[in-house]
Every structure is written in C-alpha cells, then in structure tokens.
C-alpha cells in the first residue's frame, strides 16, 4: 500500500471515491453530498455514459480517469460494483490505497466480499468496513439515484475482528447522515438473514414471472394480472446480472432457506388437497398476524393505526362537563384470559368484545406464535380453534409481549408446564418491571426459570419438567402472582393452591369455571386439582371498568355533567373504584344489573357532585389498583385531604404511579406529597402545565381527564402508549365533551 494519509478523524470531509455510479452507488453519492456539502465526490464506472450523465445531473463532482487516479486521492473509497467484481477492481487500486483509507461497500453478500479483500490484499485492511444497504428499487442505473433511498432504511454494517474502531465511527457517520438507521451484526448472521428477507423472495418472484412467461397463455396471464402479482413481482425486474452473483456467492444460505419455504408449500399444499380448513386458515391467519406484528416490532409504532407514531402529545382545553351515553372497550383482563382459556381449550371458543389494545394482542400474537389458529379480532369479535392443555407448540423465537405485564406474568405460568423452552421479552418499559415475584413460585413447584438483571425480563423457561402441587401464601396481593401459580397448577401433580392477604381481581377462577376446568374458592384461598381439560365455551367480555373510571371520575368532577357508562363489568374484586369515589361523596347509580358469562355487568350513571376527601379504606386498594392515578386526579379537585396508604405496588406498574402522578399534580399547583406506599393530596385549584407521562398509558389519560378543572392547557407528553389500554380514547373523550387534541411531535 502507499504512504499513509492523515487519519480521518470522526466524518471524512473531503474526498470519497465512488466506484459504481449504478442505483446504489448513485444515490449513496447523491446523500451524502446532500447531507454534507463539504464532501468532494469522485466517481469511477467502466460505463463512460454513466459517468458524463453522473457529472451532468451533480450526482459526482469529478470523473476519475482510472481507478488507480481515484483510489489515490480518496479518504473513503465506497465499493458500488458486483460481488464478483470487488475482487479485480480492489487488485486494481491496491498499490494506490493509503493505509489510513477507509474501504466500504454495498455487497449484498458479505462472507463473499470479506474473502475477495482478503485475496485481494492479502491480508483484511483495519480500514475496512464491509455495508449493506436495505434499500433499493427494480430501476437501475445514475439517471435513477435518488438522495432520499436510504431515509429510514436500515444499512447493516458487519465489521470484522480487528477493524479499527475510527473506521467504524466513520462508515456509521456516513450511512446515518444520508437518513439511514445503521445496525451492525456479524458477516455470517448477515448472509443467513438476507437470505431469507431478501434473496429468496426475489429468487421466487425470477422464478415465477419466468415460468409464467413460458405458458401458452402468458399474454392474457400477464394482462389480467391483478395488483398483487403486480406487487410480489416487481422485484423480478431488478437486474439480472447483480442478483446472478448473489445466488452463486450466498448458494448454501440461499438453498437453507428454499428449503424451509419448499417445506411451507408442502404443508400448505397438503392442506388444500386434504380439504383440512383449520390448517389453511392458521397458515393465513398466522401469516398476516405476523407480518403486521413483526413490522409494528421493527418499526416501534403501535398496533393501532390512528396512532402511529412513536412521538404523541395530548393538548387539552380547560373546562367544560361531560354528557352522554357511552360504551368503553372491552376490560382487558378478561380478554387476556379469554385468548389463553380458549388456546388450552378443546373446540372452537368464541370472544365477543374482545379489546384491541396492544397489551391483548401481545397476548393473541403469542399463541399464534405457539401454533394455535385463531380468526380476527374483527370489531371485538375473535375465534380460537383451541389446541388443548398439551397441544402448544415450540414458537419459533422469542414471544415478544411488548408493555403487557398481564401476558408476561400469566403466560409463566402455563409455559412453565410445556414440553419446550422459552424465552418471553417486552419492550423497554416492561423490560424494567419485577418478575421474580412469580418466578419464585414457579420454582417452588420445580420449574426452572431464569430471569434478567435485578429479577427483570428477559425471561428464560425450560421445557420437560415435573412440576409439582403447592400451596402458595402471597406474600402481597397480586391477582397475576395468583393467577399465574393456578394456571401453573393445570400442569402439576396433585392440588394446587394459593391464599391472598387481600382480595384481588378473580377473573381466572370465574372464568377456568367457564370452560369447565372446576376451581373451588374459600375465602381468600383457591385451588384446583390437575387431570382434568377445558371445553370450548362463548364469552362476551364485559366494558372494562379500569377504562370506565376515566369516565366516571370526569361526571364527577365536571360541573353540569350526567353520562351513562353502559355494560360495565362488576366483578366484586374490581370494583373498589366505585366504592371509593362514593365515599368520597359522588353521585352514582347501577342500572340494569346482570349476569354474562359468570361475570357480573350493570349500566352506571355518574353525575356531578361535590367530592370530599378522605383516607382510603386499604381493604379497598387491591380493589382499585388500576384506578388510583385517574382517583388522585379527583382526590386534588375534592375538598379537604385524601391520604392513601398501603399501594406500594403502585411504585412497580408501568411507571412509579405515586411519584409521577404527584410530580404532575405539584406541576398544576396541587399540594401533593408521595409516601413509600402512597400519597397525601390536598385539594385545590390547578393551573396550566406540561405532564410527563413516562410511557404509563393510564397516567396520560389521568391528566386529561384533569383539564375539566384546570384553569389553563394540559399538555401530556408521551401519550401514544395510550393504544395499550384503549383504543379510541380521544374520539370518545371528545365526544362526551372533553375538549382534547393528539398532536404528533
């Protein structure tokens, strides 16, 4: 190699060499000249037409007359070119290379690359960063370089041991100036993922536009081809001579995953001649579940499509009262269970105001993950063709439950009792809260699981054990801890049991009886013998009352305000909101009381009132944990003092309810002082302020119901988490008559 250059420090600012003015490299020229001006852009391409057409339309600043011209006077030499082609152009210009020259390419076969520097050289430069862009188009050429390609595009870097470090910053530096989110994964994973993601997919589409080509026929298929063959075969005219390389320099990753898809049109094959509709429609249904769940992982944004954005702020208006007749969706605790019930059950169940909230479909994701066929959700309806206690299958990968705590902490039990293992994750959020509480138990009755960091997800469950019947004592009352030692209980030897130091939500007990799988219930004990099977049962899931008292609490603090909340669920154990906010004094009625499907609904009516403060009742709290951040917004319009005492599981949920709900409730002037395991409020008038919601769905939805008695705005930042709970919340708050606007920020 020549004498060294100066060491580029962290953006290279002078000269880059592009060698390969096609689409690629053209676009690569073009973005990084956008991003920065500074940059001297040097173009080579064995095409003299694409290089005048390149100088012509700006895309480079100079044509080098030769490779060796190029590679002398370049600070990043940037590889445009063939696989097969890097080797010969490399030996070309290595004589002219300085030692502190970075070398990058856009080779969409990365072993294949490393090999032809390696020969090339020699040896593998500590300059050199092998790259890969995730974008493209079937146009080809310089007069189709576009400078925004790579926007929100990944590029995959895959450095090899021992590359220096300055290099790396530096190719990264490049790649995200020109919009792109660079991601970096080792040579070997890279070849093996895109030969599933993208070799394949455009190996099948060649191959079907070419078969069909060859038909007697192929005029009138090619004419009345509808838009979805339009759309898979578009790639069928990218150029020829690239993907002829890709496929003889990724052949053995390639041909893996042809066998994997060959195997999937068996299966699918064998299906449609067998007339089996159960199989055929949990192919599809699993297919397009996970194509919509998986690009919602990838790209961050939530499940629901009114908000999609990762950046969401509520504006609300002061004042106002609230009016009307209203349904809220359905209670979510109900639809986890029901999804899971219906998954162990034999035969079809049937789910009728199922809530389509993020947090149940992490739920519905992860069976079908596990093999179980289940039609919809379609406007709250969902059916589940159930696989029986032992008919779970091993998921391909992790489940991923995203912020559901509820999906993480029930699902331990019933994997906990599978023949596979397991790994359960979540998002960020979910990634911070406290999983031994279940995993103790678990391993009491001799299952082996691992958790993360400080007790925290990840998850880690092995498959094939025994487990065994206990009886449990909660050491602090937690429906989920309960719930998920009963479910474990359905894998065990002998009873099991578990005794709450104070009643919690019972909707597994209620609803295992549901599907005739008999728990009998004790007081504050409940247990359940193993040998026996769930059967298939219809549920119609009540209104969920944890949504329901947003509502509620607005009637009650509003002025002029008289709203109906129709089939709310009643449990017993889920109905310390009302019993408190009544004793604070407010003005509600039940109506219409009823049975559905072992869970007790009625209509409630709320209407203003003058709320008092008072010290919460703590037989009360684990009645109402949900409720508590929505119960201090109407505790600081009450008069007098509310204290609430022994909700230190508040500190644990999605957020630290106490010490967020008080930081917002001091930013809008309200005397408000967190304890350990609760708060003091004094009531009072609120001012304007800007919350944080710290990614907790319900203490964004707190705060806006807090705008009815506030003197100025409300702005809550971070408020798209609130898809997790309940869909629509905006639209229904506007029209009962809170004043509130969803910004994207």
């Avoid at 580029?8 to 956008?34: C, D, R, W």
Wanted: net charge negative; hydrophobic share 40%; with cysteine.
């Amino acid at each position: 190699m020549a004498n060294p250059k100066k060491i580029i420090q962290a953006l290279p600012v002078e000269n880059i060499f592009v060698v390969g003015l096609g689409l690629i490299g053209g676009s690569f020229a073009k973005a990084v000249k956008k991003a920065n001006p500074a940059l001297h852009i040097i173009g080579f391409d064995r095409n003299p037409e694409e290089m005048e057409t390149a100088l012509r339309i700006g895309v480079i600043d100079e044509i080098a007359p030769s490779l060796e011209s190029g590679a002398e006077r370049a600070h990043v030499i940037m590889l445009s070119v063939p696989v097969k082609a890097m080797n010969p152009v490399l030996r070309a210009m290595r004589d002219h290379i300085a030692d502190q020259t970075i070398i990058t390419d856009v080779g969409s076969v990365k072993g294949t690359v490393i090999d032809a520097v390696a020969d090339a050289f020699g040896f593998l430069p500590r300059c050199f960063v092998p790259g890969h862009p995730i974008a493209g188009s079937e146009k080809s050429g310089v007069i189709s370089a576009d400078a925004d390609l790579f926007v929100k595009h990944k590029v995959i870097i895959t450095p090899p041991h021992g590359v220096s470090s300055k290099a790396v910053n530096s190719v990264r530096k490049l790649w995200a100036s020109t919009g792109a989110e660079v991601l970096a994964m080792s040579p070997q994973y890279h070849d093996q993922v895109l030969a599933s993601t993208s070799h394949l997919p455009h190996l099948l589409a060649f191959s079907l536009v070419d078969t069909l080509a060859r038909e007697d026929q192929s005029l009138d298929i090619f004419r009345y081809a509808a838009g979805g063959f339009r759309d898979f075969t578009r790639i069928a005219a990218s150029d020829p001579t690239m993907w002829h390389d890709i496929f003889l320099t990724n052949t053995r990753a390639v041909m893996q995953s042809l066998e994997h898809f060959e195997s999937g049109v068996q299966r699918l094959k064998d299906a449609i001649l067998n007339q089996d509709s159960q199989e055929m429609l949990g192919i599809f249904t699993r297919a397009k579940a996970a194509r919509e769940h998986f690009n919602r992982i990838l790209d961050g944004t939530p499940y629901l499509k009114p908000m999609t954005t990762n950046n969401l702020e509520y504006h609300v208006k002061p004042g106002g009262s609230v009016q009307g007749s209203i349904r809220v969706p359905g209670d979510k605790s109900v639809s986890h269970r029901s999804i899971m019930l219906g998954a162990l059950a034999k035969g079809i169940t049937e789910v009728e105001g199922f809530l389509e909230g993020e947090d149940a479909l992490s739920t519905l994701q992860a069976f079908r993950d596990m093999g179980v066929v289940i039609e919809g959700p379609y406007d709250g309806k969902v059916k589940i063709y159930g696989a029986g206690l032992h008919g779970l299958q091993a998921p391909p990968g992790p489940l991923y439950m995203g912020n559901s705590g509820t999906s993480m902490r029930l699902l331990c039990g019933l994997l906990a009792g599978q023949e596979f293992d397991v790994t359960l994750t979540g998002d960020e959020s979910l990634s911070k809260r406290p999983m031994e509480r279940v995993a103790k138990p678990l391993r009491d009755m001799g299952a082996v699981i691992e958790t993360g960091e400080g007790g925290r997800p990840p998850i880690k469950i092995k498959g094939g054990q025994s487990l065994k019947g206990i009886h449990y004592d909660l050491p602090m009352a937690s429906a989920q801890v309960k719930s998920c030692v009963l479910l474990a209980g359905l894998y065990a030897d002998g009873q099991t049991s578990t005794t709450e130091p104070a009643p919690t939500r019972d909707h597994t007990e209620r609803m295992l009886n549901g599907f005739g799988y008999p728990v009998k219930t004790e007081g504050p004990t409940a247990s359940l013998q193993s040998g026996g099977s769930l059967t298939a049962t219809k549920i119609d899931v009540p209104s969920d009352i944890s949504s329901a008292a947003f509502f509620m609490v607005a009637a009650s603090i509003a002025p002029n305000s008289d709203l109906t909340i129709r089939h709310v669920g009643m449990n017993p154990t889920r109905v310390g909101v009302i019993n408190i906010l009544k004793a604070m004094g407010a003005n509600i009625e039940l109506s219409n009381e009823k049975e559905v499907g072992g869970e007790p609904v009625a209509d409630i009516r709320v209407r203003s009132a003058q709320l008092k403060g008072i010290h919460i009742p703590e037989d009360q709290v684990p009645l109402a944990i949900d409720e508590f951040p929505v119960l201090f917004i109407a505790a600081a319009c009450a008069e007098g003092e509310t204290v609430l005492t022994g909700a230190e599981e508040l500190r644990v949920k999605e957020s630290d309810r106490i010490q967020v709900m008080a930081d917002g409730l001091i930013e809008l002037g309200i005397d408000a002082t967190p304890t350990p395991d609760g708060m003091i409020i004094k009531g009072g008038d609120m001012g304007s302020a800007t919350v944080y919601s710290h990614g907790d769905h319900r203490i964004a939805m707190s705060f806006t119901v807090a705008g009815l008695r506030s003197k100025g705005e409300i702005v809550i930042k971070g408020a798209e988490h609130v898809a997790t709970s309940f869909p629509g919340f905006v639209e229904l708050a506007n029209q009962v008559g809170i004043n509130i606007e969803a910004t994207e920020v």
